[in-house]
């Protein structure tokens, strides 16, 4: 529950957003999740959504031995104070993919098993 309001009070929905692919949930505005027991599933997912928004994978670090396992954050010229940030974190059933689309500024977000911390 404190998660699902920390993406609510994140949420910003006067700007783009992700643009996401079949699977992924409305996690209120702007962001979105997608569950799977499975981490191949996830990366897979997490790369195809990043290609469909663009984004460079060779700029995507992936790490199978560290939770998240992808922890990204992007930004676009035109709209330099917001941020894009994708994750893929453990979760008791599988894992999830999130992207956040939120300020450029301080934020923490916390996963089941750990907290991410964002600052500019």
């Not at 783009?16 to 996690?27: D, H, I, L, N």
């Not at 959504?49 to 396992?69: C, E, F, G, Q, S």
């Amino acid at each position: 529950m404190k998660k699902l309001l920390l993406i609510l009070l994140l949420a910003n929905t006067s700007y783009a957003q992700w643009k996401t692919t079949p699977g992924f949930q409305s996690e209120m505005g702007d962001n979105f999740s997608y569950y799977t027991p499975y981490l191949s599933n996830a990366i897979a997912k997490c790369n195809e959504v990043l290609k469909y928004n663009d984004v460079n994978l060779a700029t995507i670090r992936v790490d199978k031995t560290h939770d998240p396992i992808v922890n990204n954050h992007l930004h676009k010229e035109e709209q330099p104070d917001m941020v894009y940030m994708v994750y893929i974190a453990k979760t008791s059933s599988g894992y999830v993919v999130r992207l956040i689309f939120t300020k450029d500024e301080y934020f923490e977000i916390e996963e089941e098993y750990m907290t991410i911390v964002y600052d500019k």
